[in-house]
């Protein structure tokens, strides 16, 4: 167990409605890592959240985003939800922005 | 950006024996690599990392191997035992931010 937890586990939506996936990060770590994981495809970056600020970002559209807070929890929004957001959401955290990144078990969205 | 492949895609070895899986990079500024283990249902769990200051490292059964040369890197298993059976991701990236992975490969680990 890598001490990183997400939630929900599992949820289902409809295309249009607006979502927000939370993730714990492992005690001691202040950064955290958002992927995308489509089913038989390696995960893809989303997004960095370093103490509290946007620290690079993926190639993806503006309706997803994101929030550390001071705890250095985070949170995944997605609006306008399309068919193709329906994969396994990944959440990582480490130590710093450059340092061993341990992952939660996922939060998996199914659009309709 | 960057761009990782993965070879091969899928992997069947009888318990015992040694499964190796190969991966390439384009970005020569890529400087970490990681190695991941996702089971069914679960997150991806890292194994095994590399930097770029280090052409190998092992860890008991597990080894890795880097050519920055040649732009490719490698994991090693041996002793291969069925609980090893899962899907593995290779990625690459500059520090350990922004991983790129690959599309990894299913091990199956034959009794």
């Known amino acids: 167990e890598t001490g990183v937890t997400q939630s929900p586990t599992h949820l289902i939506k409809t295309r249009g409605q607006q979502v927000t996936l939370r993730c714990s990060s492992q005690?001691?770590?202040?950064?955290v890592s958002w992927y995308q994981q489509a089913l038989g495809q390696g995960p893809q970056f989303i997004f960095q959240y370093y103490r509290e600020e946007e620290n690079g970002r993926g190639n993806f559209p503006p309706r997803f985003s994101g929030l550390q807070f001071p705890n250095y929890s985070s949170e995944l929004n997605v609006n306008a939800l399309e068919l193709d957001d329906s994969a396994l959401y990944l959440c990582?955290?480490?130590?710093?922005?450059?340092?061993?990144?341990?992952f939660g078990q996922g939060t998996r969205l199914t659009v309709v | 950006g960057e761009n990782v492949e993965q070879h091969p895609s899928t992997l069947s070895v009888q318990e015992g024996d040694s499964a190796v899986i190969k991966c390439t990079y384009s970005?020569?500024?890529?400087?970490?690599f990681p190695w991941y283990k996702q089971e069914l249902g679960k997150g991806p769990q890292l194994i095994i990392d590399?930097?770029?200051?280090?052409g190998e490292k092992k860890d008991q059964r597990i080894a890795v191997t880097l050519n920055k040369t040649a732009k490719h890197f490698s994991l090693h298993i041996t002793e291969t035992q069925p609980e090893d059976s899962a899907v593995y991701f290779c990625a690459a990236s500059k520090g350990a931010n922004n991983l790129f992975f690959g599309t990894g490969t299913r091990l199956t680990v034959i009794p």
């Open positions: 990582a955290s480490s130590l710093g922005r450059n340092t061993e990144a341990f």
């Open positions: 005690s001691g770590h202040n950064t």
């Open positions: 590399i930097r770029s200051n280090v």
């Open positions: 970005d020569s500024a890529s400087n970490y």
